[in-house]
């Protein structure tokens, strides 16, 4: 559990990254590929940002625990992909 109060992120006692929230942030770009390192994902939100491009697929292939993922108020080029299809714990 992540000791930091306000922490963008939340980790297990194994190290193990299980939330992103970073709404509001001021991102620009396009999301990375690394984001597909990131297996043990329950929750996303990069809501609210400049944030363009696509979700990078090998992502969604492995996003298999991810619950939450917020990413409106962006500037993505297209909707969201068929690849969405993968993220079937999404709530």
Not at 39 to 58: F, V
């Amino acid at each position: 559990l992540n000791d930091r109060e306000n922490s963008p992120y939340s980790v297990t006692s194994d190290m193990v990254v299980v939330s992103l929230e970073l709404p509001k942030w001021q991102l620009k770009g396009t999301l990375p590929a690394e984001l597909a390192f990131l297996p043990y994902i329950e929750s996303i939100d990069l809501s609210n940002n400049q944030l363009s491009g696509s979700l990078p697929t090998m992502a969604m292939f492995k996003w298999t625990k991810l619950k939450v993922l917020s990413l409106h108020d962006n500037q993505f080029d297209s909707g969201l992909s068929s690849d969405i299809g993968h993220l079937t714990s999404l709530q």
